[in-house]
DNA sequence: GTCTATAAGGCGATAGAC
DNA sequence: GTCTATCGCCTTATAGAC
């Protein structure tokens, strides 16, 4: 049990989604997780190291995301709940970015370092398998359009900190689905 | 006629286009435009004055592409060139980013420094001019939807390392709007 | 106006006492 | 395993010769 190391990485996944990874620093990190900086080397001998940690911890958060939207009954209702559990967490997306594809498109900018692209095609590959079930044509090319939809959303309502852009297209975002998938019965 | 001062202010666009504003520093800036590094300083007081010049050469050249787009005959004309216009320079916003997008949301990161969010609102203003003027029903939304469209491909492409779904799903909003907006006579 | 040299401070990373 | 002290490098910014 490397407690002293989970902590770090809560804690350098906290620096970094506030300020992003090029502008976090281990002395921000040792000072978020109240340990002092040199002990930061004891667990990771670098920051590229510290980094992948965050990775691999955002990663286990979003497969929990996406199993919380597996555990509804019906395609539709999975997709929709994606669609609110994220709206649901608009201040914090629109203050500070996605936690998930703001990480995911800053880290493919420098070639040589980790990459967090699987944060992405996690919830594409999830998005078309529900998009499957319910015989949607295309359906890799409308999970495609829907995790633009929302990335897009969070992109612009970020920059122009308006929480209430991002939780109206998000709304719409989900009533469409509605209105196109379910079933007359 | 500020030659040296457009001269740097070309290079740090470029240098910003491919690393990102945080990772872009004075001496990238000054090999890119082949100057000592000294000699940015006669001409920018700080690295923040060069970002906010290159924020106002953004944005000139966002007015060229919008009246590119305006000098299309109709609405939904002008509306499908921005789409093909984006489309057309896919490979390079796929490698390094939207040349609006990426700046604008990377400024907002920074509280105190400079902002490009008028990218975003100059776009959104045009696109939702268009709408209105095809007597689309809540234009501004139907604006916000189509930006956050192109900037969600963009970003997700961008991570993926994939131009041809960012051209595929262009193509794909091009054809809706006009499947949409073409008035059948 | 232009350029060289360098200051001042923050960064990742290390050494070594405890 | 933990912590303090510090190295060496890079960055922004300045001083001052030309």
Redesign the pocket.
Known sequence: M?K?GEQLVAAASRVIHERGAAA?????VAAEAK?????????F????ELVEAVVRARTAELEAFLAYGSSKATPLERLCAIVDAFRSRADDMVRVGCPFGALASELEKTEGGPSARILFSMQLDWMEGQLRELRVPAARARAVELLAAIQGACLVAHALHDAALFKRRLGDLARDLRRELTTES
């Open positions: 490397a002293r976090t620093t281990l002395a921000l340990v002092p900086l040199g002990n930061v080397y004891y667990y001998k670098t920051k590229e």
